[in-house]
Structure formats: structure tokens, C-alpha cells
């Protein structure tokens, strides 16, 4: 132990489970644990919606609600879950001096205007001129600004006070494992003591789906387990709208607070594999070796996988060929959530270390039960496209 060992300190959890670390524990603690799918409006894919939220609770001001898109509401609400568990919500010193890495989307698009401007095209031909028109009179002036990634971050500053540096990435998974990567990187050397890092995701919106389905990754039809969708018709994944932000401290700053430590972050490691070469599962093998080389065995994985095809396929094959880790693919129950993913992984493996428990299996006729107390614990996400990230997590 050192005084610059990263910790956890602090966690902040929504998903179509509900929202909070013990909400999400008990759903996926249960004997036989159960998604909650909506697979209605955007038939035929299915997605993992948003629970009930009172946003309230966590942003107080109406108009700061207003101002905001749904996954900034759900980033940002999120966020205050983490600092009050880390007990520096409200701590304008704590606050102040806290730094802030997020992974975040582009933002959603305005449907009616885009519709608008579908149709308009079909009875003219001058689209130049008709584009033009539209960007000045449809627009809204602050629908641009709206789809900054950056603003999740500005609003968290506004909202909790979170004054410090902040970074944003964007880049799906990839965009979750950098900002933990760097997070951690940032207090083990020293030029941090308390970082908020995290992701928001909210897929109940048509141009997201979009995106995923013009690379041919959604699963159509009925919800599957996310191991059991090689096969089947579409792509694989089933996505779904979340959130995860982590209180990254160290070790020092932790023990001088008086704070609960959930459990110490590890290794991080990220990979940026070559798909086509056929050595795509050797390379995320190789990844999981990397991080899991100073790890206890037996070891439990909250694997991120997606769904999609070619990745989850070598992910699985990388997992079940090393006997001694027992995976739980969590997006089965709570879909995939992009940004998000990453951290949430982290979140889940901290929450069975806290609580020297595993987690049953999701999937009975794909994963293996996992005996004994889970010292150490991977969380993987291995990018439905691109970008590759394991940490471990250990007890304290």
C-alpha cells in the first residue's frame, strides 16, 4: 500500500434496473435475475429504457433541467449519485479542488427538424438553397451548443460545483476506458487526490439506434442473453439508456477524509486490436493476462461484452479458455450503454469486492457459478467496434 494507490470512494448508478448501488445489487444478486426490456416502440429491436427518475433530487433547479438533454439530465443526475455517496456533495472546498474525466456522446438530434427537412427534399431540388433555409429558421440558436460532448461536463460543474480540470472524451467504450485509464493515471502520479469520472448513455432516442444499425450491430427480434445472440438475426447488441460515475481518490486523501474505500483500482490496461488479422481473441487474451497478472484466483469478470458478433465471440473464447475466471455478462440485463459501459463494469466489480460476494449467473446455460469471496475482480469492455479495456479491481 502507498499513499498514491487509486481507491474507490464513491459510486453512482442508473440503468433500466433502477438507480443506486443497492437497487442494482439486489436486481443482480436475485436467484434469477430479470431485464427489463421495452420491446414496443422501436420494434423490431429492443431496448433497456430508463426507470422512473425524479431529476429533482440531484439537479434542484427547473431551469438547469430544462436546458438539458436527457442523457446531460441522466450524466449529470448520475454524477450527484457519486459525490453524495463520497460524501463530498456540498463540500465547496472538496468540490473545488475535485477534478473531472468524462466519456460522452454527441448529443441527440432534433427529430422534427430533421424530418422537416427530409420531406421538404423530396419536392425540391435546390437542396443548397432549402438546408440553408432550415439552418436559419428551424433552428434553434442553442441546439448546436446542445450537442457538445462537453456539456455533460460544464453542466456537472454548474450543478455540483465540481470546479476543477476537466476532460471529456468521446469514442463509445473506448471514451469510458480512457477516462478511468486516465483518472487513475492522474492520481497515481500524484497530480490528483480526487477525480469524478463516468459516462452517461441514453438510447431511447431514434439517431442513436441509428447509428448502431447503419453498422448492421443491432439484434432484431425478442431480447436474448447477451452470450446466446450469435446467429441470430442482426448484429447482437440490445442497448440500453445509463449511467455510471465513479469518486476516484488516493489512498491519502481517502484515509485523511474518514471514507469508506469500496475497493482499490489496479491495473488498467487498453488495447486498440487489428480485427481482421485473425488475432483478435489472442489480443484480447492477452489483455486480460496483462491485467489479471497480479490477481488471486479464483476471479469473478463483469464483462461489458456487447452483443456484437465478432467481439463478444473472441471475448467469450478469451474468458472461457482461462478456467479460473467466471464472467457475468451484465448487459444481458441491463443492455449496452456505450460510454457508460466501462465505468459501470468498474461500479459492479467494486460493489461484489465491498460486499465479499459474487454475483449469480446471469446466463445459467453460458456462465459458470463462481464459489468463494471475489478478492479480485476484471471489469472488461471489449468495443462492439473498436477500442479494448480491463481493469482490476481488489479488495482493500
Same mark, same amino acid.
Given at each position: 500500500m502507498n499513499a498514491h494507490d487509486v481507491v474507490i470512494t464513491g459510486i453512482g448508478l442508473v440503468s433500466s434496473l433502477g438507480e443506486g448501488s443497492d437497487a442494482h445489487w439486489s436486481k443482480l444478486t436475485a436467484e434469477r435475475p430479470e431485464p427489463v426490456v421495452d420491446d414496443g416502440r422501436y420494434s423490431p429491436y429492443v431496448v433497456h429504457p430508463l426507470p422512473e427518475i425524479d431529476w429533482g433530487l440531484q439537479i434542484a433547479k427547473r431551469g438547469d433541467q430544462r436546458q438539458m438533454e436527457t442523457w446531460q439530465r441522466l450524466g449529470t443526475y448520475t454524477a450527484g449519485l457519486a459525490l453524495d455517496d463520497a460524501g463530498i456533495k456540498g463540500d465547496d472546498a472538496l468540490c473545488a479542488t475535485m477534478d473531472m474525466v468524462v466519456a460522452a456522446g454527441g448529443g441527440e438530434r432534433d427529430e422534427a427538424v430533421d424530418a422537416g427537412i427530409l420531406a421538404a427534399s423530396e419536392s425540391r431540388s435546390d437542396r443548397d438553397v432549402l438546408l440553408n433555409e432550415k439552418l436559419t429558421t428551424e433552428l434553434r440558436p442553442t441546439l448546436f451548443l446542445a450537442q457538445l460532448s462537453n456539456l455533460l461536463a460544464g453542466n456537472i460543474s454548474i450543478v455540483h460545483k465540481v470546479t476543477g480540470s476537466s476532460r471529456t472524451f468521446m469514442g463509445e467504450e473506448g471514451a469510458g476506458v480512457s477516462a478511468v485509464e486516465t483518472a487513475a493515471a492522474r492520481i497515481r502520479s500524484g497530480q490528483a487526490?480526487?477525480? @469524478?469520472?463516468?459516462? =452517461? *448513455?441514453?438510447? $431511447?432516442?431514434?439517431? !442513436? %439506434? @441509428? #447509428?448502431?444499425?447503419?453498422?448492421?450491430?443491432?439484434?432484431?427480434?425478442p431480447w436474448k442473453p447477451v452470450w446466446q445472440r450469435q446467429g441470430a438475426e442482426g448484429g447482437g447488441v440490445i442497448t440500453g439508456s445509463g449511467a455510471a460515475f465513479l469518486v476516484l481518490e488516493s489512498r491519502e486523501h481517502a484515509v485523511a477524509r474518514g471514507r469508506h474505500i469500496y475497493a482499490q483500482l489496479e491495473a488498467v490496461v487498453s488495447g486498440r486490436s487489428r480485427r481482421g488479422n485473425g488475432d483478435f481473441e489472442n489480443s484480447v487474451a492477452? %489483455?486480460?493476462?496483462?491485467?489479471?497478472?497480479?490477481?488471486?484466483?479464483?476471479?469473478?469478470? !463483469?464483462?461489458?461484452?456487447? #452483443?456484437?458478433?465478432?467481439?463478444?465471440?473472441a471475448e467469450k473464447t478469451a474468458l472461457d479458455n482461462d478456467n479460473s475466471i467466471a464472467a457475468r455478462g451484465f448487459s444481458a440485463l441491463t443492455g449496452h450503454m456505450k460510454e457508460a459501459q466501462f465505468p459501470f463494469a468498474v461500479a459492479l466489480a467494486a460493489l461484489a469486492v465491498d460486499r465479499k =460476494?459474487?454475483?449469480?449467473? *446471469?446466463?445459467?446455460?453460458? $456462465?459458470?457459478? *463462481? $464459489? #468463494?469471496?471475489?478478492?479480485?475482480?476484471?471489469?472488461?469492455?471489449?468495443?462492439?467496434?473498436?477500442f479494448e479495456g480491463i481493469a482490476l479491481v481488489a479488495a482493500d
Open positions: 487526490t480526487h477525480i @469524478l469520472v463516468g459516462g =452517461a *448513455f441514453q438510447t $431511447e432516442h431514434p439517431d !442513436m %439506434l @441509428l #447509428g448502431y444499425e447503419l453498422g448492421a450491430y443491432l439484434h432484431r427480434g492477452r %489483455l486480460i493476462d496483462k491485467a489479471a497478472a497480479r490477481a488471486d484466483r479464483p476471479l469473478l469478470a !463483469m464483462s461489458g461484452a456487447s #452483443g456484437a458478433h465478432a467481439a463478444t465471440k =460476494a459474487g454475483y449469480p449467473p *446471469f446466463d445459467a446455460a453460458s $456462465e459458470k457459478p *463462481f $464459489e #468463494g469471496l471475489p478478492q479480485s475482480v476484471l471489469a472488461t469492455a471489449v468495443g462492439y467496434h473498436y
